[in-house]
């Protein structure tokens, strides 16, 4: 299963991904968003 972490990306990412990929807009959130996608990845 492909996915994709992208910092600020652009709407091209879920052509490529589908629902598969989280953007991080904010840099200050990496870490939260970083442990619930292991979270999510690992359930």
């Known amino acids: 299963m492909p996915s994709c ?4 990306a652009d709407e091209y ?3 490529i ?3 598969q990929y ?3 807009n904010h ?3 990496l870490p939260e968003k970083l442990s ?3 979270m ?4």
Do not use: M, P, Q
């Open 5 to 8: 972490c992208a910092v600020n």
């Open 13 to 15: 990412v879920s052509d």
């Open 17 to 19: 991904f589908g629902r």
């Open 22 to 24: 989280t953007v991080i």
């Open 27 to 29: 840099v200050d959130r």
């Open 36 to 38: 619930k996608l292991f």
């Open 40 to 43: 999510a990845l690992t359930e």
